[in-house]
């Protein structure tokens, strides 16, 4: 806990940086706004909309990720929370963009919360929402979450499920945390062997019970998934599910949406504009899929989906003021650095959410309304196709952090010398 003696990326060390590479950021910076100040974009309110994204940090994406079969990791690693915010603040000076961090219980368990919150606020780190886990047993635990947490048949297993995320909110209570995310395993790997009503009613009815011990100025995120761990049958697989739920649960329980949690082929913007216009869209989970739940890197795989997302965002976000979404990563770092994976992640988000920005709404609706597919497509085209990356390496310069977040990470020699701190 003595921040003073570890090593840091300073201020002084990203200033170098940037001032490295401030004649050609400001060169393709000046050719881009120019452009798009001919095609009538207003490029100071798109940088001040860039300048307001943000994303949380999740506490596990900070440590390798990795699948069933194992983990690798590499020397350096955080050790335990604390490490774990000084890697997330890490993100954050370079980036200016993560002021928070999602915490998992138990794995983020602490007996003395209030050192933890003083330490993330000497960081300059606040917490985002708290997740809470029933979906896999702890030492000592009492009742079994084998056949279930707050959909089981049991009525101990439920109990037991709901007193660990009223527990999981007191925890964020004190930390300064918001919000609760509740995911849920359970399921059935067999037909027959879970009423497929009663579960869901079951579900319900516990949810009901953590909303209403929700602080006045929480909110809840429910996270659907379409199978995995349960192979058959999964109690909250489909946004259709998790908005019925949520309407159940209570005016503060919310629908998150994982990218990843999503069978090939879904159409996860016309997700999201339902959930937008039933006024239950919590927000997200960024990461992509190739074929199922892989947690790859966001925007790895499919940019053009996430910037479609992103474009329902935005226009909801023109209509609503109060619209504001929750943003969080949640990805698998098996073969990166995970200081890596989140920068890379984090410098992608903002360049598809300055693309996202770029639409131009008025057009866009006038090729709709004249049913001009073409002309409609190309619209969002112009936007997708825009090299958005001297916006966002703007906006990062402007916010304090850095033109370039890798590289500025990999010139630091930041792991190394954990390597050497951590042993
Ligand atoms: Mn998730």
């Known amino acids: ?101 999602s915490l998992h219980l138990p794995w983020d368990h602490t007996d003395d919360p209030a050192t933890l919150k003083r330490y993330a606020r000497k960081l300059g780190l606040g917490f985002d929402a708290m997740n809470s886990n029933t ?85 809840m995120f429910i996270e659907y998934k ?26 503060r329980c919310r629908v998150l949406v994982d ?37 790859l890197t966001a925007a790895s795989i499919a940019p053009y989906r996430l910037f479609r997302i992103f474009h329902e965002l935005v226009l909801a976000g023109g209509r609503e003021k109060r619209f504001k979404p929750a943003y969080m990563i949640d990805q698998s770092h098996n073969f990166q650095d995970p200081l890596e994976g989140l920068l890379q992640t984090v410098m992608e988000m903002q360049a598809i959410w300055a693309k996202a920005l770029l639409v131009d709404h008025a057009r866009l609706a006038e090729y709709q309304d004249a049913d001009d597919a073409v002309a409609a497509e190309m619209t969002l085209k112009d936007a997708f196709h825009t090299d958005t990356r001297p916006l966002a390496a703007m906006a990062r310069v402007v916010a304090g952090g850095a033109a370039d977040p890798v590289a500025a990470y990999r010139a630091s020699g930041y792991r190394v010398a954990k390597a050497r701190e951590r042993g």
Request: glycine share 10%; charged share 25%; aromatic share 8%.
């Open 226 to 251: 379409p199978f995995e761990p349960a192979f058959y049958y999964t109690v909250l697989a489909d946004w259709g599910s998790a908005l019925m739920a949520s309407q159940e649960a209570g005016p």
């Open 135 to 219: 979906f896999q047993d702890q030492p000592g635990q009492v009742v079994s979450f084998r056949h279930g947490s707050l959909a089981a048949a049991g009525r101990d297993a439920r109990e037991q499920a709901i007193a660990h995320n009223l527990a999981v909110i007191e925890a964020g209570r004190a930390l300064g945390s918001k919000a609760i995310t509740v995911w849920i395993g359970d399921g059935a790997n067999a037909p027959g062997q879970m009423d497929l009503t009663a579960s869901f009613e079951r579900y319900a009815a516990s949810l009901k019970k953590v909303h209403a011990a929700l602080p006045p100025d929480w909110t």
């Open 259 to 295: 990218l990843g949690h999503h069978l090939p082929g879904t159409n996860i913007e016309a997700i999201v504009a339902r959930l937008i216009r039933a006024g239950r869209l919590g927000g997200f989970h960024l990461n992509d899929n190739a074929y199922a739940d892989d947690d």
């Open 1 to 101: 806990m003595m921040a003073d003696r570890k090593f840091r990326i300073g201020s002084d060390r990203i200033a170098a940086h940037n001032r490295a590479g401030a004649k050609a950021l400001d060169e393709d910076f000046r050719a881009l706004a120019r452009a798009l100040k001919r095609r009538g974009v207003d490029v100071e309110a798109v940088m001040r909309r860039l300048a307001a994204f943000q994303v949380a940090v999740p506490s596990w994406g900070t440590r390798s990720g990795g699948t069933r079969f194992g983990t690798f990791d590499i020397p350096g690693l955080p050790r335990d929370i604390f490490e774990k915010l000084d890697d997330a603040a890490t993100v954050h000076a370079l980036t200016g963009a993560t002021p928070k961090v």
